[in-house]
């Protein structure tokens, strides 16, 4: 097991009802897992939402909590219920209707990576499935749950971000010829998980940074839109899609040499995004 299943970083006073959080970074390999999967050291890493955490690291310094996985996605989907469980690799689990993530490989306990690549030879024992969600995706949702809860109590809303990245391919078939490729793909379940209004300053923030951005096709949300996203009761999640190719070496899984630049751009959208989440009262006493 990784020794820990998620870093919390604080920020030293909390101003914000927003919260960040990036479930699919994690990269810490148990050495049992990287003996027992047949894909080398780099299609292993293929699923990773690679240096997320990192691009969002100034959240804190803006008075929004930032939470991270440090476990890996291709050994624990954060991003998925606990019991879709696929019954093609965990023994004695039973097929319970038509489940298109299960179809596709991708469970909690993934059985592929990008592309559709298989992750082992055999089938995993029902007790290993177990333990990875009792020890990695239990702890991740219990931390990922009070921070909402404390946003919410503390500022009247909870306003979650839900970092990931999208390879540079993703957004082929749905870009017209001739037309800019969008950067940013925001989901918020075609509105069932965030407030139009939110969502808008979100997508103005990321606009005003210069990057192109289009909603919830392909990527509309999963389950941790789905799970916590009430906006009726004062809970907003928006999934953020980050083009991979802006900051990153997609083969290699190494920043390029725009990395610290899209940081720091991105840092500006950081501080117009938790802007979103304090009080009317409290953003007129800062001007």
């Not at 050994?75 to 039973?94: H, K, M, Q």
């Not at 921070?147 to 390879?167: K, T, V, Y």
């Not at 980050?242 to 390029?256: C, G, K, S, V, W």
Request: charged share 25%.
């Amino acid at each position: 097991m990784p020794e820990i299943a998620y870093h919390l970083i604080e920020p030293e006073r909390r101003t914000t009802g927003t919260v960040f959080a990036s479930p699919h970074s994690g990269r810490d390999y148990p050495a049992d897992f990287l003996a027992r999967t047949i894909l080398d050291a780099s299609a292993i890493r293929s699923s990773e939402d690679a240096f997320v955490e990192r691009l969002f690291d100034a959240a804190p310094r803006m008075g929004a909590p930032l939470l991270h996985a440090t476990a890996p996605r291709a050994f624990v989907d954060l991003n998925r219920s606990a019991d879709e469980l696929d019954p093609a690799l965990i023994e004695g689990v039973r097929a319970n209707g038509h489940n298109p993530r299960l179809s596709s490989g991708l469970g909690v306990i993934p059985r592929v990576v990008s592309n559709g690549r298989a992750i082992y030879a055999g089938k995993l024992s029902r007790q290993e499935a177990d333990r990875r969600i009792v020890t990695c995706w239990q702890p991740y949702h219990a931390a990922l749950a009070a921070e909402l809860e404390a946003a919410h109590a503390r500022f009247g809303q909870a306003i979650l971000i839900d970092c990931h990245s999208m390879p540079h391919e993703a957004m082929d078939q749905f870009t017209q010829k001739g037309a800019r490729r969008p950067d940013v793909v925001l989901g918020d379940r075609f509105g069932a998980s965030a407030s139009g209004a939110i969502v808008d300053r979100i997508e103005a923030a990321f606009r005003a940074a210069g990057l192109m951005v289009t909603r919830n096709t392909p990527f509309a949300g999963a389950y941790v839109t789905q799970r916590y996203g009430r906006p009726s009761r004062g809970r907003h999640v928006v999934q953020v899609e980050i083009d991979r190719a802006l900051y990153m070496d997609e083969r290699r899984i190494e920043p390029n040499a725009d990395f610290e630049a899209f940081r720091a751009l991105l840092t500006g959208v950081i501080a117009q995004i938790a802007e979103i989440g304090r009080p009317r009262e409290q953003r007129l006493a800062a001007e």
